[in-house]
């Protein structure tokens, strides 16, 4: 037994009633993701690779189905060609957004490699920025979305083409919006402009709550498969769901004018891609009871950690602030000797591209940067916030508490090593 066995049980003991609702949202989930499969007769032939130029790839054509109804939405791209989430929200606002559009962010600035991508501090070549798409950003009222200044800038300015929301925190120290907040914001922005496209950067959000953003007014979500969507199994790729019209459009920006969705083949199995999808619920409570546990642990050892253990949640992550740069350190450090890849390796901060501060990031896992494996990362600067997220099984979960308990309570002794 664990020198720490103890605290963690008593930890499980007092976070038993979340653990109850995380259960009944996965099975919630996994229903509507069974129907999906059921529905569409996914067959063992959908499996095959493809060469060439991918016409009648019917692997690629089914993923698309399945996704868009198990995501509650009207048609869905979904390609391992896609690099990340980054690229697939690119990819989306790039389709449908024109020179002289302008994007309203209701959530106040987008993630670090966005801003990038956007083009708000260096308009790199084929940002938004050089193609005349504008970004206006709305700040939080009071960790909440601001609506009256939404509603007013909408009113003012008839060149906003997209209500922008992101649902993850980023490297913001707030938590995720939740579905029902997205539901009265996409209300009340609906009650005077029809004309806008919703859109929510859905990464991490994905199977955490009931229902998706598009099963509530969103034209569009986008996300990562390496996250929630691909259940630990999906090697690489991104997905883009919503309004039918608003996917085609997307489709021409995917490959070109005219050939959109009907091109693009896949060597390799989809099938990781269809299981992945499959077990992205379970994955995702896994997750999710992984972070309730650490909430709770962090708490008993007084630290702030948001979402707090008793909240309601929307997305995968747990913040927690440090008092010290050292502490932010010996965590994520702890996190990655806890891991059944690289446990050997010793991360540092170092300059990431894309990211404005030094990051360090903790990631000994199967799939490179998969978040629903257990992974810790954070921007050095003040204050100093871990967000730590994933983890395959909830018994690693477990296992690494021990280990990033041990790391904390010895630093805080005046032992250095982990």
Same mark, same amino acid.
């Given at each position: 037994m664990s020198l720490y066995s103890d605290t963690i049980e008593k930890a499980e003991s007092a976070v038993i009633s979340q653990f109850q609702a995380i259960d009944r949202i996965a099975l919630h989930c996994s229903r509507r993701v069974l129907r999906a499969f059921q529905t569409n007769g996914v067959s063992a032939r959908h499996f095959a690779p493809t060469e060439g130029y991918?016409?009648?790839?019917?692997?690629?054509?089914?993923?698309?189905?399945?996704?868009?109804?198990?995501?509650?939405?009207?048609?869905?791209?979904?390609?391992?060609?896609?690099?990340? *989430?980054?690229h697939a929200i690119f990819l989306a606002l790039s389709g449908v957004l024109e020179p002289g559009d302008r994007i309203?962010?209701? +959530?106040?600035?987008?993630?670090?490699?966005?801003? +990038?991508?956007? *083009?708000?501090?260096?308009?790199?070549?084929?940002?938004?920025?050089?193609?005349?798409?504008?970004?206006?950003? =709305?700040?939080?009222?009071? *960790?909440?979305?601001?609506?009256?200044?939404?509603?007013?800038?909408?009113?003012?300015?008839?060149?906003?083409?997209?209500?922008?929301?992101?649902?993850?925190?980023?490297?913001?120290?707030?938590?995720?919006? +939740?579905?029902?907040?997205?539901?009265?914001?996409?209300?009340?922005?609906?009650?005077?402009?029809?004309?806008?496209?919703?859109?929510?950067?859905?990464?991490?959000?994905e199977f955490v709550e009931p229902d998706e953003p598009t099963a509530i007014g969103a034209d569009l979500i986008a996300g990562s498969l390496i996250k929630n969507c691909g259940g630990g199994i999906a090697p690489t790729g991104g997905y883009i769901a919503g309004r039918k019209d608003l996917i085609e459009r997307i489709s021409y920006r995917l490959t070109t004018p005219g050939s959109g969705r009907e091109v693009g083949s896949y060597a390799a199995s989809y099938r990781p891609f269809f299981q992945g999808l499959f077990l992205a619920p379970h994955t995702v409570s896994q997750c999710m009871k992984s972070a309730v546990l650490l909430a709770k642990l962090f708490e008993t050892l007084g630290y702030r950690s948001m979402p707090s253990s008793n909240a309601i949640r929307s997305d995968i992550i747990q913040s927690v602030e440090f008092d010290t740069e050292e502490e932010l350190v010996a965590f994520c450090k702890a996190v990655q000797s806890a891991a059944p890849?690289?446990?050997? =390796?010793?991360?540092?901060?170092?300059?990431?591209?894309?990211?404005?501060?030094?990051?360090?990031? &903790?990631?000994?896992?199967?799939?490179?940067?998969?978040?629903?494996?257990?992974?810790?990362? &954070?921007?050095?600067?003040?204050?100093?916030?871990?967000?730590?997220?994933?983890?395959?099984?909830?018994?690693?979960?477990?296992?690494a508490a021990e280990t990033i308990l041990k790391a904390l309570i010895d630093l805080r002794s005046g032992k250095k090593e982990l």
């Open positions: 991918g016409y009648d790839d019917i692997g690629r054509d089914m993923l698309d189905r399945v996704f868009a109804d198990a995501l509650q939405a009207e048609d869905a791209l979904v390609r391992p060609q896609i690099a990340n *989430g980054t309203l962010s209701v +959530t106040d600035l987008p993630y670090d490699t966005l801003q +990038t991508a956007i *083009g708000m501090n260096d308009a790199l070549a084929n940002s938004l920025t050089r193609f005349g798409i504008g970004l206006e950003c =709305v700040p939080f009222e009071n *960790g909440s979305i601001h609506m009256d200044r939404v509603i007013e800038r909408l009113k003012e300015d008839p060149s906003i083409r997209m209500v922008y929301a992101q649902r993850s925190r980023g490297y913001a120290w707030r938590n995720a919006i +939740t579905i029902s907040e997205l539901e009265a914001c996409f209300t009340a922005v609906r009650a005077i402009r029809d004309d806008v496209i919703l859109f929510v950067d859905n990464c991490y959000g890849i690289d446990s050997f =390796v010793i991360p540092e901060p170092w300059e990431m591209p894309g990211y404005a501060d030094r990051v360090i990031m &903790a990631a000994g896992a199967f799939v490179q940067g998969a978040t629903t494996e257990l992974s810790a990362d &954070a921007p050095i600067r003040k204050p100093y916030i871990g967000y730590v997220q994933g983890a395959l099984t909830y018994e690693h979960a477990v296992l």
